[in-house]
């Protein structure tokens, strides 16, 4: 008889970039995203460029298995310049 095990999945993760600017009330608003990215690392690289260009912008993911509705706590991955208190 063979023991054959599926290998463990990972699970699934939410990995998301956003940038925010400043409007005429000096309110930070979403100009760029929330654009889900496909790793970590991209996620990272994409924030740091938008940086430069933008005044705020924050990286971050979480497990997530939006089937079930299960979402694990965020994991802040970049953060440049301004940016709103995560909830």
């Not at 990286?59 to 709103?84: C, I, Q």
């Amino acid at each position: 008889m063979s023991d054959n095990l599926m290998p463990q999945q990972k699970a699934p993760k939410l990995i998301v970039v956003t940038a925010f600017d400043r409007d005429e009330a000096g309110d930070l608003q979403p100009v760029f995203g929330p654009t889900e990215q496909q790793t970590e690392e991209r996620a990272i690289r994409t924030a740091k460029g938008l940086a430069t260009k933008h005044a705020g912008v924050i990286a971050w993911s979480r497990d997530a298995n939006p089937s079930l509705g299960e979402y694990g706590e965020p994991t802040t991955l970049f953060v440049g310049g301004d940016v709103p208190d995560m909830e």
